[in-house]
Nanobody
Framework: QLQASGGGLVQAGGSLRLSCAAS????????MGWFRQAPGKEREFVAR????????AYADPVKGRFTISRDNAKNTVYLQMNSLKPEDTAVHYC????????????????????WGQGTLVTVSS
């Protein structure tokens, strides 16, 4: 089970840190990702991190502004979001994928087995 938190209302240029807490003892064996869905749009990839934490990747719109990290001792993955823009407004979801999924495929939401409930990020201009 995945529980996302940390969303809220922030002005453009501000920062938020999302957290995703996982239950169970196998968190460290899963690749983790963040996706988001804006109103009227399809869900899109934001960032992912390898199960060991040694490799990360980002969607072009968030590169240089967002940072994904994980603490396997706390069963938690984070998304630090800086320099937020109004176009970042969306429900943000964390998700877990088997470590057997190759890294290049982790941008596709169909490769994720477990999803959190989503947390809303609203960026005002």
């Amino acid at each position: 089970q995945l529980q996302a938190s940390g969303g809220g209302l922030v002005q453009a240029g501000g920062s938020l840190r999302l957290s995703c807490a996982a239950s169970g003892r196998t968190f460290s064996s899963y690749n983790m990702g963040w996706f988001r869905q804006a109103p009227g749009k399809e869900r899109e990839f934001v960032a992912r991190i390898r199960w060991s934490g040694g490799s990360t990747a980002y969607a072009d719109p968030v590169k240089g502004r967002f940072t994904i990290s994980r603490d396997n001792a706390k069963n938690t993955v984070y998304l630090q979001m800086n320099s937020l823009k109004p176009e970042d407004t969306a429900v943000h979801y964390c998700a877990a994928a088997s470590r057997s999924i190759i890294l290049s495929e982790l941008a596709h939401d169909s490769n994720y087995s477990y999803w959190g409930q989503g947390t809303l990020v609203t960026v005002s201009s």
